[in-house]
């Protein structure tokens, strides 16, 4: 009841934002304005949705399947950066020059070229010109970014909330109208349950009704060892272990699910996607966490949380505050893996072609 009040209180604001949506789709859709297409493969990764759907490690997929074989660079905004223009990541940046999932893919993928834009379309470009070696280029949250018109459009949705039950901004969490699904060439329901029945894939199948180009895969997410934030050591979370999650994402759900699954007891400090840890964050941090009057106890973070975490380091370490963090992967489910990586390779060979 109190959603729907929420958006019929919204309705005239998701009329305005719907209509300008509407017109900007419309001048791409009778050329009036057009998508610059590269004469090199560029693959985005993107969503309908304002967050939450797992574009990051699924872009981290693709570069996994792809690393050892052609030469890749990501390009993304660099949300929340403080800095402006074009940018190829370097070993001096921090979270603040080209943002928390760029710096995360810098540091975990050293081999790659990492760079930032808010202007894609100048962007690959410049990193073509940087890097004449350059074979594939993907695109991060690029799904509205339709001044480039990528060879390969991957669509993600929640499996918890697929964009076919969803309402458009600010009614809902849509940044555009549900039909923009049919520019996608790949959909992808990420953030599955561990196990889903072949009666419940169909029926989200049919749910989307996707065209006959389109190929819907399954996937879920993988938690590896935690790791201390800021050295090596590894640990298991064990059932006697009190765990406090800190974090800032557009939804903890499936992580929060994941740690009482494998915790004794669970508490959570969650702010604001992307938000910068402040001091008055640290400090309540760890109030929170001295005042669980346990002997086994630790706080887990994610990878894009521990990016921006590295503001306070000193503050951390100094105060021996035990912060692990969660290294997630993507795994599709049962068949999909082995059709998805086919799917992207023939792309590239279709391109190659």
Excluded at 203 to 215: D, R
Excluded at 232 to 260: F, M
Aim: hydrophobic share 40%; glycine share 4%; net charge neutral.
């Amino acid at each position: 009841m109190k959603n729907w009040l929420i958006r019929i209180l919204f309705l005239p604001f998701t009329l305005i934002y719907g209509l300008g949506i509407s017109l900007r789709n419309f001048f791409y859709s009778q050329n009036l304005l057009k998508g610059v297409e590269f004469n090199l493969p560029v693959i985005s990764v993107g969503n309908l949705s304002v967050g939450g759907a797992g574009k990051t490690p699924h872009v981290e997929y693709l570069i996994r399947i792809l690393k050892d074989y052609v030469q890749i660079a990501t390009l993304s905004r660099g949300y929340k950066r403080k800095t402006k223009g074009f940018r190829i990541a370097n070993n001096s940046d921090s979270v603040t020059t080209i943002g928390d999932e760029p710096l995360q893919f810098h540091k975990k993928f050293p081999g790659i070229t990492v760079s930032v834009a808010e202007n894609r379309m100048f962007a690959i470009p410049q990193l073509m010109s940087d890097n004449p070696e350059l074979q594939v280029v993907l695109l991060d949250d690029a799904f509205q970014h339709r001044s480039v018109k990528p060879g390969l459009n991957i669509l993600l949705t929640q499996h918890r909330l697929p964009f076919t039950q969803d309402w458009l901004m600010p009614s809902g969490r849509l940044r555009e109208w549900r039909s923009a699904y049919r520019r996608a060439d790949i959909i992808i329901v990420s953030k599955c349950p561990e196990t889903v029945s072949e009666t419940e894939r169909q029926a989200l199948i049919e749910e989307i009704n996707p065209l006959p180009h389109q190929e819907i895969f399954f996937s879920k997410y993988d938690y590896e060892k935690p790791y201390a934030i800021f050295g090596e050591e590894e640990l298991i979370i064990e059932k006697d272990t009190n765990v406090l999650i800190l974090c800032a994402l557009a939804n903890a759900d499936y992580l929060s699910d994941y740690v009482e699954k494998v915790a004794n007891k669970v508490r959570s400090l969650e702010f604001a996607d992307h938000h910068f840890f402040t001091t008055y964050d640290m400090s309540q941090m760890k109030e929170l966490f001295s005042k669980w009057d346990v002997d086994k106890k630790i706080i887990v973070t994610t990878e894009k949380d521990a990016a921006r975490l590295e503001l306070h380091k000193e503050y951390i370490l100094s105060n021996q505050i035990p912060i692990y963090v969660l290294p997630t992967k993507v795994q599709f489910l049962g068949n999909d893996q082995m059709k998805f990586d086919e799917k992207v390779k023939d792309f590239l060979l279709s391109f190659q072609a």
